[in-house]
């Protein structure tokens, strides 16, 4: 048994035999031997801790870094290093973000008092630099990063809201950014709260265009589902308040009306009246639908119909393969989603499902941090519900959707 490979390194402490003699009492024990008690300190050098290296902690330069020719650099306090990690992270910011009296007052609580944080700071020109290009057409770039952030300089709830979006915006990409949920959220209920005061008092093309931007900004945060807000993309459940406030931008659309000939939001206004599709269609699914949901695209009217509003805005998209052109028509396509058909969509309807799947299916195509999570998790989830209703000929109407989603769809074979 003393000879034998055991499961620990350290063998078993032998047992004393009976009827022994001569032995020491001390001599099992003598093999045992304590630890030297030590300490681990955490006082060394910045260099030698990225480095992962004993630092001797001599001062002002440690040995390891003099051999080496390295800075050495000692922060006696957590604090300290969090400090000097902000100052390196924000030393680049462009001081030519802010010129003389256009500070931004958003940042202060009082217009007099024009100061700004750093860190505030940061996450401006993490807009402009970062977030901001997603929003904007290639034919039409600078609305956002150039004429709105102008316009946020004198409105504190634009920029309140190019803030918060910005703060999503890093929470999206590969790093842990749990810090800015915060400010997310902070910076969203002010950008709320100025909004609601504003939209009272529309007199003009500045606050024409600072509610619209702001509205803008704001469906973008509603839109966009985050890990931590959310339940599994596997889900089924699926709620559809998101999709109500996308509603919201159409009635102040109609009401800031007089305004767009001189608005900064003109050119888009008018690219999305002449845009038309020349391309020819590559399949049938308008026609397959419009029979599935009981449409007659010749006589049918949103009154007869209450799914032929969002397939007029669907149609012409569908029948083409889902490409970044066709953004635009996507999303005025969800625009003619009515208040009557979101309801069908919470009572499980089967025929507004899977038209919506099919635009949730366009929208997975064009992937942008601000909407990939939320499409792909709302089609998984028409997807779960639809699989098990849907049969023959109709399941295969599921199958684009399935596949721009990954969900893995199991269709039945047909008989004869």
Same mark, same amino acid.
Request: with cysteine.
């Given at each position: 048994?003393?000879?034998?490979?055991?499961? %620990?390194?350290?063998?078993?402490?032998?047992?004393?035999?009976?009827?022994?003699?001569?032995?020491?009492?001390?001599?099992?024990?003598?093999?045992?031997?304590?630890?030297?008690? @030590?300490?681990?300190?955490?006082?060394?050098?910045?260099?030698?801790?990225?480095?992962?290296?004993?630092?001797?902690?001599?001062?002002?330069?440690?040995?390891?870094?003099?051999?080496?020719?390295?800075?050495?650099?000692?922060?006696?306090?957590? /604090?300290?290093?969090?400090?000097?990690? #902000?100052?390196?992270?924000? =030393? =680049?910011? /462009?001081?030519?973000?802010?010129?003389?009296? @256009?500070?931004?007052?958003?940042?202060?609580?009082?217009? =007099?008092?024009?100061?700004?944080?750093?860190? &505030?700071?940061? #996450?401006?020109?993490?807009?402009?630099?970062?977030?901001?290009?997603?929003?904007?057409?290639?034919?039409?770039?600078?609305?956002?990063?150039?004429?709105?952030?102008? #316009?946020?300089?004198?409105?504190p %709830?634009?920029?309140?809201?190019?803030?918060?979006?910005?703060?999503? @915006?890093?929470?999206?990409?590969?790093?842990?950014?749990?810090?800015?949920r915060?400010?997310?959220?902070f910076?969203?209920?002010?950008?709320?709260?100025?909004?609601?005061?504003?939209?009272?008092?529309?007199?003009?093309?500045?606050?024409?265009?600072?509610?619209?931007?702001?509205?803008?900004?704001?469906?973008?945060?509603?839109?966009?589902?985050?890990?931590?807000?959310?339940?599994?993309?596997?889900?089924?459940?699926?709620?559809?308040?998101?999709?109500?406030?996308?509603?919201?931008?159409?009635?102040?659309?109609?009401?800031?009306?007089?305004?767009?000939?001189?608005?900064?939001?003109?050119?888009?206004?008018?690219?999305?009246? *002449?845009?038309r599709?020349?391309?020819?269609?590559?399949? &049938?699914?308008?026609?397959?639908?419009?029979?599935?949901?009981?449409? &007659?695209?010749?006589? &049918?009217?949103?009154?007869?119909?209450?799914? %032929?509003?969002?397939?007029?805005?669907l149609?012409?998209?569908?029948?083409?393969?889902?490409?970044?052109?066709? %953004?635009n028509?996507?999303?005025?396509?969800?625009?003619?989603?009515?208040?009557?058909?979101i309801?069908?969509?919470?009572?499980?309807?089967?025929r507004?499902?899977?038209?919506?799947?099919?635009?949730?299916?366009?929208?997975?195509?064009?992937? =942008?941090?601000?909407?990939?999570?939320? *499409?792909?998790?709302?089609?998984?989830?028409?997807?779960?519900?639809?699989?098990?209703?849907?049969?023959?000929?109709?399941?295969?109407?599921?199958?684009?959707?399935?596949?721009?989603?990954?969900?893995?769809?199991? /269709?039945?074979?047909?008989?004869?």
């Amino acid at each position: 048994m003393n000879n034998a490979v055991h499961t %620990f390194r350290v063998r078993p402490r032998a047992q004393p035999r009976e009827h022994t003699s001569g032995t020491s009492d001390g001599s099992a024990a003598a093999s045992f031997h304590h630890r030297r008690p @030590h300490t681990k300190s955490r006082l060394g050098c910045e260099t030698c801790k990225q480095r992962r290296k004993k630092c001797d902690e001599q001062r002002p330069t440690c040995s390891l870094c003099a051999k080496k020719n390295l800075p050495c650099t000692y922060y006696d306090t957590a /604090l300290q290093r969090k400090r000097n990690a #902000l100052n390196l992270h924000t =030393s =680049s910011l /462009l001081p030519s973000l802010w010129p003389g009296p @256009h500070a931004p007052a958003v940042l202060t609580t009082h217009p =007099s008092d024009a100061t700004h944080t750093k860190y &505030d700071l940061y #996450l401006i020109q993490h807009f402009v630099e970062s977030a901001a290009p997603h929003f904007e057409a290639p034919d039409h770039g600078g609305i956002y990063s150039v004429n709105a952030l102008d #316009l946020a300089k004198e409105c504190p %709830f634009v920029m309140h809201a190019m803030i918060a979006v910005a703060a999503c @915006h890093l929470q999206h990409l590969p790093i842990d950014a749990r810090q800015y949920r915060v400010p997310e959220a902070f910076h969203c209920q002010l950008a709320s709260r100025g909004l609601r005061n504003a939209v009272a008092s529309i007199n003009g093309v500045k606050e024409a265009d600072s509610v619209l931007t702001t509205a803008m900004l704001l469906n973008c945060l509603t839109f966009c589902a985050a890990d931590w807000r959310e339940a599994d993309v596997n889900g089924s459940e699926q709620g559809w308040e998101w999709l109500r406030i996308q509603i919201g931008i159409t009635d102040l659309l109609i009401r800031t009306r007089p305004f767009h000939p001189e608005s900064i939001w003109l050119p888009m206004f008018m690219a999305s009246k *002449t845009f038309r599709i020349v391309e020819p269609p590559q399949n &049938d699914l308008d026609a397959r639908l419009a029979a599935f949901c009981g449409i &007659d695209v010749e006589s &049918d009217t949103a009154e007869g119909n209450k799914y %032929f509003d969002f397939f007029q805005g669907l149609a012409p998209i569908v029948t083409r393969p889902a490409d970044v052109k066709y %953004f635009n028509a996507y999303i005025n396509a969800v625009g003619g989603i009515s208040y009557e058909f979101i309801g069908l969509l919470e009572a499980r309807d089967t025929r507004a499902l899977l038209l919506f799947a099919h635009w949730a299916a366009l929208m997975c195509a064009v992937r =942008s941090w601000w909407n990939e999570r939320r *499409t792909s998790r709302a089609c998984w989830a028409v997807c779960s519900i639809l699989q098990g209703r849907l049969k023959g000929r109709d399941l295969e109407l599921l199958e684009q959707p399935a596949k721009a989603c990954g969900f893995l769809l199991q /269709l039945r074979e047909r008989k004869g």
